[in-house]
């Protein structure tokens, strides 16, 4: 699919969902993601070496923005937020967060992954959740995300679909058959790798399908049988959270 058509499907999503469109808060959509606090709050917690003392924060692919007032509230409390996503759809969403997390988010504005419209050196950290795997072009993105960092600034990517190259058409066509409104990739960590290397980052991987949210209980065996037999998951279809420090 042409690019410009993905965006503009991801673009429009925000403002035509039955359920998380920017005129109200339904209960639906406040369900939905507080099922994912958990999760994040477990990710937060194992990668908080890279985390705690961020000054300027900013995420990504933030869609309403609840992961930003989440971490603010609970363990940024000091820190200025920008909190961007490619929809401006999405991002009017984010007072409704604010509001039930009692925080105020320095910044938020719509723009793409790959164009960040700040200046040199300007964060601390830059982070998303699930939301990576939207991005397409990771290249142009990591290269901007590495701009804008200050030295030895992180970017973390939560929680994001993974797999290796050889299972990568096959899991494309499931993730794809699973959410047929909005387009969107897997990434494979070999290839961020490469990436990330190449642009002068420091990259580390951690396979972390444990905080996977498992909706049934065939996915649940699926992510019981890669704990028991670990080496599956640099194999098969896994769930991944990947670090890129400026060096
Ligand atoms: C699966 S949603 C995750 C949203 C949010 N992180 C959450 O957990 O609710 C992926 C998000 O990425 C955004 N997106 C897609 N491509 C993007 C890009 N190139 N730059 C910035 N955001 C993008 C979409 O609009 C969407 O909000």
Redesign the pocket.
């Known amino acids: 699919m042409d690019l410009i058509e993905?965006?503009k499907i991801?673009?429009e999503?925000?403002k035509k969902s039955k359920y998380e469109n920017p005129d109200s808060f339904s209960l639906a959509n406040f369900l939905n993601?507080s099922q994912?606090f958990k999760i994040l709050n477990t990710k937060i917690d194992k990668r908080i070496q890279h985390i705690k003392s961020s000054q300027d924060v900013l995420?990504?692919?933030?869609?309403?923005?609840?992961?930003s007032c989440f971490m603010k509230r609970w363990k940024l409390p000091e820190a200025s937020f920008t909190v961007?996503?490619?929809?401006p759809y999405?991002i009017q969403s984010i007072s409704y967060w604010e509001e039930l997390f009692k925080v105020k988010m320095e910044n938020t504005l719509a723009?793409?992954?790959?164009a960040l419209p700040f200046a040199d050196t300007s964060f601390d950290l830059v982070f998303?959740?699930?939301?990576a795997?939207?991005?397409?072009?990771m290249e142009e993105?990591l290269s901007e995300v590495h701009r804008i960092l200050k030295p030895s600034g992180k970017c973390v990517f939560f929680?994001e679909p993974t797999c290796s190259k050889l299972f990568y058409k096959l899991h494309y066509k499931y993730v794809n058959n699973q959410r047929e409104a909005?387009p969107?990739d897997v990434l494979i960590p070999q290839n961020l790798k490469l990436i990330g290397s190449a642009l002068n980052f420091e990259v580390e991987h951690y396979y972390d399908h444990k905080s996977q949210n498992t909706s049934s209980l065939a996915l649940g065996f699926y992510f019981k049988m890669l704990n028991t037999f670990p080496f599956l998951q640099a194999l098969l279809p896994s769930s991944s959270d990947i670090i890129f420090i400026k060096k």
């Not at 995420?59 to 992961?67: N, P, S, T």
């Not at 961007?84 to 929809?87: F, G, L, M, N, R």
């Not at 998303?128 to 939301?131: I, K, T, V």
Request: a negative charge; proline letters at 0%.
């Open positions: 993905k965006e991801e673009i999503f925000w993601k994912q995420e990504l692919g933030a869609g309403q923005g609840w992961a961007t996503d490619i929809s999405a723009c793409k992954s790959y998303c959740y699930a939301a795997h939207h991005f397409v072009k993105t929680y909005i969107e």
